[in-house]
């Protein structure tokens, strides 16, 4: 099966400006997840989807993140404006049976400068 | 809520030398344990994964681990490394019925020739 698909694979901005992220689940997953890895550390939980209703977003920075997964299928996660410390890989991820083990993209590094 | 404490931020072995890493948890219900590994550059995948039953848990590419209850630990083993197991290793925690993964900061591993 084809696995959970992301672009793009790098980026790099200037803080201000806006970065938009997408991501495609494996086919069937109805459950999809936004994670930040800052250098370093282990990913970081930003947003949760139940097919296209939000689960779980404690931990998104609202002020200047925004997520959306229309159709439940195909997700894009937003900054805007990007700080310096928005500096992270950005990692998708999804699953057949919630919390019972994950499938990663391959994540998309983000350079703010 | 749950916790992971992976203590070794470093673990440098040599080839064909047995290998353990560790990882303590916290949490006030039941929970699900993972071990995740990261290549450079790429996303994580699963090693394996404990939601019930048998407390030692075989993997993928020969590791295995053992839940154990009372010393909150899910130790990650391998009795011969090669060179190829070097990457970064992640431990999570989720409670059972719910969905977030809390990972813990990461063990790299790095296997000397």
């Known amino acids: 099966e084809a696995g959970v698909a992301q672009s793009p694979r790098y980026k790099i901005i200037e803080k201000r400006q806006s970065v938009a992220f997408w991501c495609n689940p494996i086919s069937g997953h109805a459950t999809l997840y936004w994670y930040q890895q800052i250098l370093g550390q282990g990913p970081k939980l930003l947003i949760q989807f139940q097919n296209n209703g939000v689960v779980d977003d404690s931990q998104l920075p609202k002020d200047r993140f925004s997520a959306e997964r229309l159709k439940g299928v195909d997700s894009t996660l937003k900054i805007q404006p990007a700080k310096l410390e928005d500096s992270a890989v950005y990692l998708c991820?999804?699953?057949?049976?919630?919390?019972?083990?994950?499938?990663f993209g391959s994540g998309t590094r983000l350079t703010v400068v | 809520a749950q916790s992971v404490t992976q203590l070794d931020s470093q673990v440098p072995v040599f080839e064909e030398a047995p290998v353990e890493l560790r990882c303590n948890y916290s949490?006030?219900?039941?929970?699900?344990l993972f071990w995740y590994v990261q290549y450079p550059n790429q996303g994580l995948q699963l090693l394996l994964k404990?939601?019930?039953?048998?407390?030692l848990v075989k993997g993928i590419n020969g590791f295995e681990a053992e839940f154990n209850k009372s010393q909150t630990s899910f130790h990650l083993r391998k009795p011969s490394v090669h060179i190829s197991d070097t990457a970064e290793y992640f431990c999570?925690?989720?409670?059972?019925?719910?969905?977030?993964?809390?990972f813990g900061t990461g063990t790299r591993l790095k296997v000397l020739a």
């Open positions: 999570a925690v989720s409670g059972s019925g719910t969905y977030k993964y809390i």
């Open positions: 991820a999804s699953s057949l049976v919630s919390g019972e083990g994950y499938t």
């Open positions: 949490s006030s219900v039941s929970v699900y």
């Open positions: 404990y939601l019930s039953g048998s407390t």
